[in-house]
């Protein structure tokens, strides 16, 4: 029988495989899906979570294309997976959020921006939500 740690490896190798140009709405799966606190609850976990939005933050980035409908449903996605992540995982997650605050794609800064509304990151973290708020603008 597989352990856990086993068994998140693997699935966590799986969705990488997920994360492809432009497959938008496997990537929403993928960041809705680990979007659980219980799953969350492992910081191991929570780590490797917070490593699949990096790389689908990556991305958006890079896409040509920023406007498809696909695109728009996995930043709905975003908009409220990250918030669920980083409430797991608050240092690692703030600084995750920091590091994009000075991008250009207006698609991150709008993910930023839905996820530092979430009252999950407002009340238990005030002053770190203030402060990317603050690098935001």
């Given at each position: 029988?597989?352990n856990?740690?086993?068994?998140?490896?693997?699935?966590?190798?799986?969705?990488?495989?997920?994360?492809?140009?432009?497959?938008?709405?496997?990537?929403?799966?993928?960041?809705?899906?680990?979007?659980?606190?219980?799953?969350?609850?492992?910081?191991?976990?929570?780590?490797?979570?917070?490593?699949?939005?990096?790389?689908?933050?990556?991305?958006?980035?890079?896409?040509?294309y920023q406007?498809?409908?696909?695109?728009?449903?996995?930043?709905?996605?975003?908009?409220?997976?990250?918030?669920?992540?980083?409430?797991?995982?608050?240092?690692?997650?703030?600084?995750?959020?920091?590091?994009?605050?000075?991008?250009?794609?207006?698609?991150?800064?709008?993910?930023?921006?839905?996820?530092?509304?979430?009252?999950?990151?407002?009340?238990?973290?005030?002053?770190?939500?203030?402060?990317?708020?603050?690098?935001?603008?």
């Open positions: 029988m597989l856990n740690l086993s068994l998140c490896n693997g699935l966590i190798s799986e969705l990488e495989k997920w994360i492809q140009e432009e497959e938008w709405l496997l990537m929403r799966a993928v960041a809705t899906g680990l979007a659980n606190p219980s799953f969350l609850g492992d910081k191991e976990h929570a780590q490797k979570a917070l490593r699949l939005h990096e790389l689908i933050f990556d991305q958006i980035i890079r896409a040509s406007n498809s409908e696909e695109l728009i449903a996995l930043r709905k996605g975003l908009g409220y997976s990250l918030s669920v992540v980083v409430q797991a995982i608050p240092e690692e997650g703030f600084k995750f959020m920091d590091k994009f605050t000075r991008s250009e794609n207006k698609n991150i800064i709008w993910i930023l921006k839905q996820n530092l509304k979430k009252n999950r990151l407002i009340k238990n973290h005030p002053l770190e939500v203030k402060s990317t708020i603050k690098k935001l603008n």
